[in-house]
């Protein structure tokens, strides 16, 4: 068994973000889900995001992309996948394809979510739902945003339609503070 300590060790070696990079300097807020392309880890909430923005003719504001591990018959093709990633591969994937904010819209509660610190090691923004560990992993950390208002209380009497409102909301409004804040 791996523990987090030693997962901690692993996500150090990524390599970070360059120092110039600025994932709001384009006017679209591009959302990545990192992780695996499954219920679990969100993939259906993501899928609503995606039907939400195309109702409401959002793609000018925001767009969606998947950076992580996908069976590629099973995955939405109205959503970008940017591939797999490593240590060496996920900050140079997030800024060739110019992504905002990473989104880890898990809907278990983990004990330990690596993906969410490989997305705090490299400096990207990041958007994690009110349940299990994560919370507590990127409270105080001015680049991430939790989505209380999805708890382990709420999440059984939510649809997916209505998370994914919540989620892009909250996305757009976060990014703006950021926008406005850390990288005016």
Known sequence: MVHSDELLKCSQNFKRLDSGYNPFANK???????????FEKGKDIFEEM?????????????????????????FDSRIEYLGK?????????????????CLIPSVVCETFCITAQDCI??????????????????TDNDKCHIISS????????????????IILYETIDFSNKLRSTIYS
Not at 28 to 38: D, P, Q, R, Y
């Open 85 to 101: 990633y490593s240590p060496d591969t996920l900050s140079q994937i997030i800024m060739e394809n110019n992504v905002s904010i």
């Open 121 to 138: 090691e490299i400096g990207m923004p990041l958007i994690v739902l009110g349940i299990g560990a994560m919370k507590e992993r990127v």
């Open 28 to 38: 679209t807020i591009k959302v990545a889900m990192v992780g695996n392309w499954v």
């Open 50 to 74: 995606q039907n939400v923005i195309d109702a409401n003719n959002l793609k000018e504001t925001i767009s969606l992309c998947f950076i992580g591990y996908a069976d590629i018959n099973h």
């Open 150 to 165: 999805i708890s382990e209380e709420t999440i059984q009497n939510l649809s997916d339609i209505e998370m994914a409102n």
